[in-house]
């Protein structure tokens, strides 16, 4: 049973472009959550979505940040306009509906933007 | 919204030795985390507890509830063991975890 899956591993964009982060759960999870560790800094939440639903974008910026899960393939985030800032480590996480508690992380995506 | 404070920030210690890493929470939850993460690395997920302790080879988690508090024990430890460990709360069982700011252990061979 393969773990959460997250690609790219590392992308790098250029100030203004656009960057598409992809997480594949683990099977028979249906819960997704998105966390962002900035240089330096501790984790922090993000988005919590369940399939074709955003339940919890609390933790979104609230612009030029969107997140997805449809109901086939993987969910996605997607940052437009990248800026320096947008630097980061993005972390996703799966569920399984019956426990919410029972995260489990994937390897992350190093963003780099020049 | 749930505060998580962890202690130390740093840690130092020569192998073999016995280590503590504190997290303290400030409202009720219904289950702890303790994670790892190693230089550039991923995360994972060491332990989930909601009560009483937890062993796992050299590792030991503990919580105590009514004084909201956890610590994460390694036993003999390894510079393998070198890594961040994060706690991390929930407040019900369907919102986000809240994180501590990690703690950094270094084992010096």
């Known amino acids: 049973n393969a773990g959460v899956m997250q690609n790219p591993r590392h992308l790098v964009r250029r100030r203004g472009q656009e960057a598409r982060l992809r997480c594949s759960p683990m099977k028979g999870h249906s819960h997704v959550y998105w966390y962002r560790q900035l240089p330096e800094e501790g984790l922090k939440f993000m988005v919590y979505l369940q399939k074709e639903n955003i339940i919890d974008e609390s933790g979104m910026p609230k612009e030029r940040f969107s997140a997805e899960f449809p109901k086939e393939g993987p969910s996605i985030l997607r940052i437009q306009q990248v800026v320096r800032g947008d630097s980061a480590a993005y972390f996703c996480a799966s569920s399984p509906a019956s426990s919410y508690n029972e995260q489990f992380f994937g390897p992350g995506t190093r963003l780099t933007v020049l | ?109």
């Open chain 2, 1 to 109: 919204k749930n505060e998580v404070e962890q202690s130390p920030q740093n840690l130092t210690a020569q192998e073999g030795e016995f280590i503590t890493i504190n997290c303290s929470y400030s409202v009720g939850i219904s289950a702890l985390h303790w994670l790892q993460q190693h230089p550039g690395g991923g995360i994972v997920s060491l332990f989930m507890l909601s009560s009483g302790k937890k062993k796992h080879g050299r590792l030991i988690a503990t919580i105590n509830i009514q004084e909201k508090h956890s610590s994460l024990h390694i036993t003999a430890s390894h510079p393998r063991d070198s890594a961040v460990y994060i706690c991390a709360v929930s407040d019900s069982g369907n919102t986000p975890l809240v994180f501590g700011k990690g703690t950094r252990l270094s084992v010096i061979a």
